[in-house]
Structure formats: C-alpha cells, structure tokens
C-alpha cells in the first residue's frame, strides 16, 4: 500500500485528472511552497503546499506546476552542486520530468522567460488567486504583456479562475489515502494514550506538549499538523489555547486537542481528562453530556445526510441539556432561536480533514448544504464551556471545559471512526490513570 504512494503513480493520475478537467484554451498555474522566515536568517521547518504535494508528491520548495489539456511541464530546483551542499540533494528537472511523465521539464531560471510563452493563446487560467500576493502581481503582469499581443492576432488569459475542482478532487478520499490517515491516528493514539497515563497535577502543559511532540517524531510524523493545544483547567474555555504554560492543578480537566502529519495527512483529535486520578462528579456530569452529543453526531455521519444538519441536531441535544441543568432558560425552540446556546457551546460541530486539519472543498453548493458523500473525512467535535468569570453560573461549573473529537469516515450507513482506540469513555480513561 505505502509503496504505492511513494513511487509517482498516484501522482501521475492526478496530473491527468487535471488535465481532464482543462478543456482547450485552459491553463492551470500552481505554486510550490516557499521558505518562510521565521527570524533574521532562520527559517521555519519547510512544509510543502498541500496543493503542489497532492499532485506532484515533491517535498522541493518554489516549484512550479503548468498543465494544459495536453501539456505538461514543472519547473524545479536546478542542481548545482554548490546548492546542494548547503541545503540538500535536488531532484532536478531530468529526473522530475521523467518521474511525473511531465511534456518538459525546466530549471527554475526559466520561468521568467517561458511563462509569456505558457500563456500565450490561453484565455482562461486556473490558478489560486490570493494565497502568494507577489506571484498574483507577476502573473497579472504576464496576463497583461501577453493580451496587449492581440494587434498580433494572439491572446493571453482574460479570466482567472479558482481551480475548486482539486479542492473537490481532495475532498474524497482514496483508499491510500484513508490507510495514510489511519497511521497518522495511530500515532496520535500513542500521543494521548501516553498522557493519560503521565499526567499529574504539578506538571507543565508544556510538558504534555513535548511528550505529544516526542511520540510524533518517534513514529516517523512532521509534528502535529498544527499546533498542540494543551488547556488545563479554566485554560479549555480559550478554544485555541496555545501558551501551554501554565501547572496543571489537581481537580483540574486538561484539554487535549492535538493529532500527527504524517505523510501529509493529518488526525484532528481532542480528549478532556483528569489532571489527577478521577473525574470530580460535576466535572463527569458534563463529560457524560459531550460525550453523548458526540456519540449522537457519529452516528449521524451517512452518506446522503448534510453535515450541518449534524451541528442543528447536536445544538438541539446540548441546548435540552442545559435546560434541564438550569443553566439555559424557557424552552428548546426559543434558545435555538436567540442563540444563547453560544455562551456554552460557540464553535460548529466539525469540518473536513485531511492534508490541511481544515481541509479543502465546498460546504454549499449554490448556496444550499452539501451532503456528505462516502470518502469524505470529517471531525465531529462538539463541547461544553462554561465561562470562569461569569458569576450567574454555579461555582463548580465555572472554568470547565470539555470537548471530544474524532475523526470519521463517511462510508455508506455506517460511519468509520479512524480514532475510535483512543478511549473517551470515563472508565477507560480512569483505569489508564491508576
Ligand atoms: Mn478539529
């Protein structure tokens, strides 16, 4: 299976699949990522553009990808010896060309010249418009140079398009990548598994983080494909909570929301358990109230159903709940309505995954929901916060905040959760604590 993925087969078809969507007169530009400075002279570690490596599988920064119906071409990296020794073997355009089955390849000096050439007798380009501000300025210029050629009889690209159709392409997933992702939730099985065990009142949050951290890289992960949240106590009510200095309290939750890249694909995963050895019995009393909300979205995942009828179904589930907690008065329907669910529960119920932790593709389509369709990866995450300085709450409730998440595929009736051994039921988390 993973050979599969790394020999340039996968990529290949999805160069065609492309190209089948570009009808004559279509051209389709896209950008490899490019360093990112983080301070002076240093960089952040590189991380292709999820784009550029979905199609190409090429790990190399500022490389560009040109397709046309019956054209293929990238320019690459060049080898030069003196380069490589500073920052790494290269490619090169021989073998990328060959790889990739490409019409041509170029060395990246190129470009300059042969994208006036590219766009010539083009009328419509594909392209992401709005992500690299400067190479949306060089391409509007070529655009420009190569229309004002019309006294020539010749035309450039009038009309810039988004390219949607990869999105939607990235959206399904295949049963490579579906095996890809199970690795990855496996790894952040071992991440969370490893702090139920090891957390203790007195530790760092940033100590989870490291041992989050440690359990990717061991296993062969980038990191997390985004950043660790580690929220202990009152800290969860801060949904992206990323400071993870402060101690952990015994009597506190911690909430945990973390999942590893590998393989450029990502888990999206949140557990909330006990600093100390158990949940306290209010503490547990909410938890039972996510974790139902959750189990109820899970099953909800189906082919055919539309994704945000999941979140209407679950802010219906929570909002009774609170009712019958007192926290939320008068009836279902009027706390629907006037929203005031949202001091508790403010985010939605989840979003698509997979190389980006919010993955590409359409939720509408011509303004009305979509429904999920087998192949598609979605979290379902709902939770409950309750404000520690809003003094209308009962004491033991204020500071507590827990949310659950899980990763699951849409498959037919039944949904697949990808994340379902890392355990979320109190009994289970509790006897890995003791
Ligand atoms: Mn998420």
Redesign the pocket.
Known sequence: MKNSYTNYDVYKKRIAQVQAQLKDGEIFVLFAAEHQIRNRDVEYKFRQDSDFFYLTGINESNSILVLSKKYSCMFCLPKVKEQEIWTGIRLGKDFIKKSLSLSEAFDLEEWDKKLPELLLNHHSLYYFFGVNSKRDQELLHVCQTVCNRARDGKFGPEKIIQPSFLHEMRLIKSEIEIELLKESAEITKQGHMRLMRETKPGMMEYELEALLEETYLRNGAWGGGYGHIVAGGKNACVLHYVANNEVLQNGDLVLV?S?AEKNYLTA???RTFPVGKKFTEVQAYIYEIVLASQKNAISMVQQGKKFYDIQDATVRFLVTCLLEMNILEGSVEENIENGSYKRFYMHKI??Y?GMD??DVGKYFIEGKRRNLENGMVV?I?PGLYFDPEDESLPDDFRGIGIRI?DNILVSGKKPINLTQAIPKEIIDIESLKS
């Open positions: 929301d999942g999206d995963v949140t989840g979003h995954l932790v919010h979290t995450e998440e």
